[in-house]
């Protein structure tokens, strides 16, 4: 049959299923129970099934679980509205899951009130959205942390913070936070009584380590970050001693002041460390190498007013036996 334009129905209906294969959009058309009625090519082709074994599976197949009543209830809303647009989540045939954004619309065909979705990957958006909010809670923390530094809060409770942001942005289930003694070149690491000292169960722990060892006294031994999520293959580990935790992944950075090494935030066991939390990690250092550069400088100074009052007191104090030896002459 030939229609009004002078082309065969046939070859209409094939151009048609060309530009909507052609489109970077999934294209559905379903029953109002989801069952497929027509599926364009992108999205088989991209959630990875064939158009057979697509077209076999229903709507509710497709969607993460955590959305079907939203599901449900959006196509409520698409009886009285016509059109919404919502998000939801596909399982690809893979197991992954994809975000999408679907733009459905009730059209009418046959006399049934069928519904046409256009439905677009969002993962990049997603992901976008993930890494903007991570961004502003990562700077609210560090504007937090930053304000502290410009009061006298002691330096264990500025290590305390840096541990619980440390693990907060790394999502790491271990760690502790520790600086240099400037005099013995020991790490003094007043986070080590939290949860390390309770699940770990070498003997006689200390919180003052003067020797470095393992992959974080590499990290302090060269005054270098060290990520690894195969620390067991990794060059740099030397082993745990008995009733260690058992260290899975792993994550250092050196507090630096200039070249000077003056602390360390190590961290382990999150289920996968990666370049961006390096760098959350290593923004963290520098802000507590700032807090110990001035912990201590401004125990320099008193020990430097301490020596000074000493001198003072024993002046006045010599001054005064002279002046009553004077006096007794006199």
């Known amino acids: ?22 489109t970077s959009d999934f294209i559905f058309l ?15 082709k991209t959630l990875g099934y064939n158009k057979d074994e697509l077209m076999a599976m229903n709507l509710f197949d497709l969607n993460v679980p955590e959305f079907t009543e939203r599901i449900k209830s959006c196509i409520n809303d698409l009886m009285e509205k016509r059109e919404i647009i919502f998000e939801s989540a596909y399982f690809r ?6 975000p999408v954004e679907i733009n459905s619309q009730i059209i009418e065909y046959e006399y049934k009130n069928l519904v046409l979705c256009s439905v677009r990957d969002i993962s990049l958006r997603k992901k976008a959205e993930k890494a903007l909010s991570r961004e ?15 009061e006298s809060v002691p330096i264990e409770a500025i290590s305390d913070m840096v541990l619980e942001y440390s693990q907060k942005f790394t999502q790491s289930k271990f760690g502790f936070v520790g600086f240099i003694d400037p005099e013995t070149g020991y790490l003094i690491s007043p986070t080590m009584t939290h949860n390390i000292w309770t699940e770990c169960h070498v003997k006689d722990k200390s919180v003052i380590f003067e020797k470095f060892g393992g992959m974080w006294g590499w990290v302090l031994n060269n ?15 030397t082993g745990t001693p008995s009733g260690h935790i058992a260290i899975e992944t ?3 950075v050196p507090a630096l002041d200039d070249e000077n090494l003056v602390g360390i935030i190590s961290l382990a066991n999150s289920d996968k460390y990666d370049k961006q939390d390096l760098e959350v990690i290593e923004r963290l250092s520098d802000l507590y190498a700032i807090a110990i550069t001035r912990k201590h400088s401004d125990e320099s100074i008193k020990k430097s007013e301490e020596k000074y009052r000493r001198i003072v ?9 002279i002046i009553i030896e004077i006096s007794k002459k006199e």
């Open 1 to 22: 049959m030939v229609n009004e334009s002078g082309y065969s129905d046939n070859l209409t209906s094939d151009l048609k299923d060309l530009l909507l294969d052609l």
């Open 30 to 44: 379903h029953d109002q129970e989801g069952n497929f009625i027509y599926i364009n090519q992108t999205a088989y």
């Open 136 to 150: 502003l809670g990562v700077n609210s923390d560090l504007t937090k942390l930053s304000r502290k530094l410009l």
């Open 223 to 237: 005054k270098k970050s060290l990520l690894t999520n195969h620390p067991k293959d990794d060059s740099r580990a």
């Open 93 to 98: 045939k893979d197991g992954s899951v994809m």
């Open 313 to 321: 007191e024993k002046f006045l104090k010599v001054s005064n036996e």
């Open 250 to 252: 792993f994550l250092a």
